[in-house]
């Protein structure tokens, strides 16, 4: 039974990538999780912290095929996270207590969090190679089609002629950009953590620790963080925010965009202070920006751009009409006074030709 989209048969390679689900299977995750172990013990047995026989044994059987899933299934459930039912089942199986040395000195949230960065330092190299071959087709397209004439667009609807090479190179330039993201998370998010249980790496001594800590970097290709990140999610926020920007958030903006130019538009004529209604009839964040950015009916530009609606000329028609009304008070000393309001109403129709200066 299908539980989500990437579940489906039918429909997961559209909504997916079938390298990509495969680094994120239970296999996978628990095979870093392995990974992780044996360069630990790599690294402290050349360090002469755990004997090099119980480095070679846990080399040895530190391997997926030897996981119990049903059995890492249960523990899982009954202690809330997998990384300490992985290590008790390579303890099990190494011959003469040798497994004890494995994750010496070390916490499940280190192998978690490490694990979790090779992850997603081997879903960056698939997501580059598939920007490559895409940024490789649309060079060509640009290359192409320079002189190949199409309607360019502005607020929706056609504008001035552009050519449909200028089009795909806009659009390269989007890719390049993208891939500049890339290579500036990875600075940031290929990070090992390896602290110990509050992070201080007390288990081991305060002579070979952080040395032990930098040859377990250099061992998984990662870099030695500054200080430990147990409870600081920024690194995986940052991934998680780069790949937000993209076509949902673009078409969303597009669609925000169209909403304030007909309320803008609308709102100009009636005559209510647009900034107030914007953000009254909108909790998006991109509407709220727009609306800050409006402050007076004529406004060309603001802090943001060019996104305001321009007056160039208006017809005003006054049409004012009066009515008389007359009402007699009686005051304490029975003089009568007799007063005349006038009530005056004034109707304007405006018609306006307006030019709207939204680039999109």
Request: proline fraction near 2%; charge should be neutral.
């Amino acid at each position: 039974m299908m539980a989500s989209i990437v579940d489906s048969h039918i429909f997961k390679d559209i909504f997916g990538h079938a390298a990509m689900r495969s680094l994120w299977t239970d296999e996978a995750r628990t095979a870093y999780y392995l990974k992780w172990e044996v360069a630990l013990a790599t690294v402290q047995a050349k360090l002469k912290i755990i004997p090099q026989e119980a480095c070679d044994e846990i080399i040895v059987k530190a391997n997926v095929e030897n996981i119990d899933f049903d059995k890492l299934k249960e523990k899982t459930e009954l202690i809330g996270y997998p990384v300490l039912g992985v290590v008790q089942q390579i303890v099990s199986i190494c011959r003469d207590g040798l497994g004890e040395w494995c994750h010496w000195g070390a916490t499940t949230q280190d192998v978690t969090d490490s694990a979790t960065v090779m992850a997603i330092r081997d879903s960056l190299d698939i997501i580059e190679g598939d920007l490559d071959h895409i940024m490789s087709s649309v060079a060509k397209l640009a290359e192409d089609h320079r002189l190949t004439p199409m309607a360019g667009r502005s607020n929706l609807q056609q504008a001035v002629p552009i050519s449909f090479g200028f089009k795909m190179a806009r659009l390269l330039a989007t890719f390049q950009r993208h891939k500049e993201r890339i290579e500036e998370i990875r600075k940031r998010v290929l990070t090992l953590e390896f602290g110990g249980a509050a992070g201080t790496l007390a288990t081991l001594n305060a002579d070979i620790a952080l040395k032990c800590q930098e040859e377990l970097a250099r061992e998984l290709g990662l870099a030695q963080p500054e200080i430990a990140w147990h409870t600081e999610r920024d690194r995986f926020a940052e991934v998680g925010i780069i790949f937000r920007i993209g076509v949902i958030g673009e078409k969303k903006f597009t669609r925000v965009k169209f909403i304030v130019i007909v309320t803008v538009l609308i709102l100009l004529l009636v005559g209510i202070p647009v900034s107030i209604v914007l953000t009254k009839r909108s909790n998006t964040k991109a509407t709220k920006m727009m609306a800050k950015t409006v402050t007076t009916p004529n406004m060309e530009t603001s802090t943001t751009g060019s996104y305001i609606p321009r007056i160039t000329s208006a017809t005003i028609k006054t049409t004012t009409t009066t009515k008389k009304t007359t009402t007699t008070t009686t005051t304490t000393t029975t003089t009568k006074t007799t007063t005349t309001t006038t009530t005056t109403t004034t109707t304007t129709t405006m018609m306006l030709e307006t030019t709207t200066i939204i680039h999109g």
